[in-house]
């Protein structure tokens, strides 16, 4: 009867956390915890059962992984790679196939977020040159990095999940962790496949939708950009004849401020001094080669943050419901409030006149910032301005610190694949080399770690180990079987990527993987079949998220997964 009883509430939970999800009623996290709270209460998990997944190896190896992920990503390496391999793209196919084949590289071994991130600002800045709209890359970007991240075992966070529940359940004895590259048997065919797909047919399938960040995009902007001639700037008492500042290709001097007084009829006798603020109007080139360049000129606004190791300058644009409107720049406070400076302001069809602190803000001006590198996670929940592009970054890079980390990276990897290194502690000890070198602050690591992904993990094994127990897995299992079992093994293997790609597409992925892997796994046991295929075929229906949009892709990616699965393991 108890157990009859263990396999209603369980089965009740599982309903709880679909119409949960569904719904969007309480969110992912809240809705695991109140899940697993349940089965606790009624003693179908214990409290060991229920902790055993937070000492889980795999959370670990998550969260060591975005935190080196996100120092790569600090080092800007990847931009310059990107920076090299995109300037010299100039058809629609050429910029895509290289975007696809480098973002689903990187994926296979890095987070794709900040890849995503990353890679934004070239796609914005590209469209913007060639005049297409960047509605055509957006969607074959987040495939490339799904399909990128399918390939190695730590591409994504779903592996890793997966490997985490297989190395946890008690069905199959002694399961030991999957390979790195057990994936690449499916995942590589895949990027290349994908490749060809994004290649010949996003174009037709893809409408260009130009919207308002689109339409920024591709005006030129002419800014108000203010300056300053510092001491033993070379500029000081030389005419502006002399200077040859009133002659300079697209930056044009508007006025002078000296001592508070305000030169608006600019003769070429003029002489400049020390402390002379200049207003010109200019567009992002040359404001960008002036940090960075000989001229004599400074920009006022961007003081200590000019000496910090990377910085950037980008556009953004103030929405209309903004707290910033009818503000000034200098009280707005953007180098306390986001680690930025404002260094230029474009009111499109009106001149903006005085200095760059006093300019009253107003809905829909662009701002030009010089940013430091907090800029973005201290500006990724804001409603008061909307981020255009990135315009050019600034890095003093020490190549030795680089390359240690990049090649550390990839020396765990290698030798985790050959078994001569348990991967949690070759990224242990490269962490540790990494904070030693002053690579990465230690007090900075937690910034990159996301608890609400642990905790839905740590949670989805003890929702796995309460399946099991209670027989729900068995009994799912069963009818799965029943269904598909007539198409043979490939029937049961496309049955399991049906469920599991449809659950990922309107609940999470991470919560498909809770529910169906302990099915999944039960089946193979019962059957006497190898588990590895069964194990795997969730991975990828989870992670191969293209169904409510790409669904020509998803079935392929499921065609191709099952076959390769089948003639593999099966």
């Known amino acids: 009867m108890m157990i009859k009883l263990d396999l209603i509430i369980v089965l009740i939970v599982i309903v709880f956390i679909l119409v949960s999800l569904y719904k969007d009623l309480l969110g992912t996290t809240f809705t695991f915890v109140i899940a697993v709270t349940i089965l606790g209460f009624f003693k179908i998990l214990t409290p060991k059962e229920i902790l055993n997944g937070f000492a889980n190896e795999q959370i670990a190896v998550i969260i060591l992984l975005l935190v080196l992920g996100d120092i790569i990503r600090q080092t800007a390496i990847i931009e310059v790679v990107f920076d090299k391999l995109f300037k010299s793209a100039r058809s629609y196919k050429g910029f895509l196939g290289r975007m696809t ?5 990187f994926s296979a071994f890095l987070n794709n977020t900040p890849l995503v991130a990353v890679m934004m600002p070239y796609i914005n800045n590209w469209c913007k040159r060639n005049e297409i709209s960047p509605s055509k890359f957006m969607i074959p970007l987040s495939y490339a990095a799904i399909i990128g991240g399918c390939a190695t075992l730590i591409g994504t966070s779903t592996n890793l999940i997966v490997n985490g529940m297989y190395v946890e359940q008690k069905i199959i004895p002694n399961a030991e962790s999957l390979n790195i590259f057990e994936f690449a048997w499916v995942g590589v065919p895949m990027i290349f496949i994908g490749f060809l797909y994004l290649v010949f047919f996003s174009d037709k399938l893809l409408p260009a939708r130009p919207d308002l960040l689109s339409d920024f995009s591709q005006n030129s902007r002419r800014y108000i950009v203010e300056t300053e001639i510092r001491k033993n700037s070379h500029l000081i008492g030389k005419t502006l004849e002399e200077s040859g500042l009133i002659n300079l290709k697209g930056f044009y001097l508007i006025e002078i401020f000296r001592n508070n007084y305000k030169i608006s009829f600019l003769s070429s006798e003029i002489i400049l001094q020390q402390d002379d603020l200049l207003i010109f109007a200019g567009d992002t080139t040359v404001i960008t080669d002036m940090l960075n360049g000989d001229s004599g000129l ?12 990377q910085t950037e300058v980008v556009e953004i644009v103030i929405s209309h419901n903004s707290k910033m409107i009818n503000r000034s720049v ?5 180098r306390a409030k986001f680690d930025a400076a404002v260094i230029a302001v474009h009111r499109n069809g009106e001149r903006i006149s005085g200095k760059i602190g006093e300019t009253i803000v107003k809905a829909g001006d662009v701002l030009l910032l010089y940013t430091g590198i907090d800029f973005f996670s201290r500006s990724v929940d804001t409603h008061d301005f909307y981020f255009i592009s990135k315009v050019k970054d600034f890095q003093k890079l020490e ?3 680089i390359w240690t980390l990049l090649g550390g990276t990839l020396l765990v990897i290698l030798l985790s694949a050959l078994h001569l290194v348990n991967l949690f502690m070759g990224l242990i000890v490269l962490l540790m080399v ?6 990465a602050k230690p007090k900075e690591l937690y910034k990159a770690i996301d608890y609400n ?21 068995d009994l799912v299992a069963d009818v799965i079987v029943k269904i598909f079992l ?22 999470t992925n991470k919560a498909a993987v809770a529910i169906v892997f302990p099915v999944s796994i039960m089946m193979a046991a019962n059957m006497g079949l190898n588990p590895i295929p069964f194990v795997l ?13 790409g669904f020509p892709l998803t079935m392929i990616y499921m065609v191709v997964t099952v076959i390769i699965l089948r003639l593999v393991y099966l």
């Open 330 to 334: 200098s009280e707005i406070r953007f």
């Open 101 to 105: 084949l480098a973002i689903a590289g």
């Open 537 to 549: 075929v969730v991975s990828f229906a989870a992670a191969g998220d293209f169904f409510k949009i």
């Open 399 to 401: 190549s030795y610190k």
């Open 434 to 439: 990494v904070i030693s070198m002053k690579i």
């Open 298 to 309: 400074t920009l006022p606004s961007v003081g200590m943050l000019n000496k910090k190791k």
């Open 486 to 507: 007539p198409l043979g093994k490939v029937g049961l293997l496309f049955g399991i990527y049906f469920i599991t790609t449809m659950l990922a597409a309107y609940i």
């Open 453 to 473: 992904l642990a905790m839905i993990i740590a949670l989805s094994l003890a929702l796995g180990t309460a399946m099991i127990k209670s027989g729900a897995a």
